[in-house]
C-alpha cells in the first residue's frame, strides 16, 4: 500500500519534515516515490508547503494519507474528504426524544 507520510528530517531537538509518498513497508527514512511537500513545526507560525495537484493525484490513485498528514493538507486546503468516507456517511441526525406532558 502507498502511503503519503512525513519524513524527518533536521538536526537534533530541530525537526524538519518533508510531506513524501512511499511505500507502507519502507522505513521512515527510507526510500520514497514522491516528495510532495515540506512541513516545518519550529516557525511561529508553522509553516507548511504542499504541491496540491500532486497530493490530489497521488490521492486519486490511491494513496492513503496519515492521520498528522491528512490534518496539514486540509489545512494547506490540498485534501478534501471523499463522499463515501465512513466519517461523512454515518452522519445520522439525532433522534428527538419524546415530550412528555406533566399534569
Not at 471523499?82 to 412528555?100: C, D, F, K, R, Y
Amino acid at each position: 500500500m502507498v502511503k503519503i507520510r512525513l519524513k524527518r528530517m533536521g538536526a537534533k531537538k530541530a525537526p524538519f519534515y518533508r510531506i513524501v509518498v512511499a511505500d507502507s513497508r519502507s522505513p521512515r527514512g527510507g526510500k520514497t516515490l514522491d516528495e510532495i511537500g515540506t512541513y516545518d513545526p519550529t516557525k511561529q507560525p508553522s509553516e507548511i508547503r504542499v504541491d496540491t495537484q500532486a497530493a490530489q493525484e497521488w490521492i486519486k490513485k490511491g494513496a492513503q494519507p496519515t492521520d498528522t498528514v491528512k490534518a496539514l493538507l486540509k489545512k494547506a486546503g490540498a485534501y478534501e474528504a471523499p463522499l463515501s468516507s465512513p466519517e461523512v456517511a454515518n452522519v445520522e441526525a439525532p433522534e428527538e426524544a419524546p415530550v412528555e406532558a406533566n399534569e
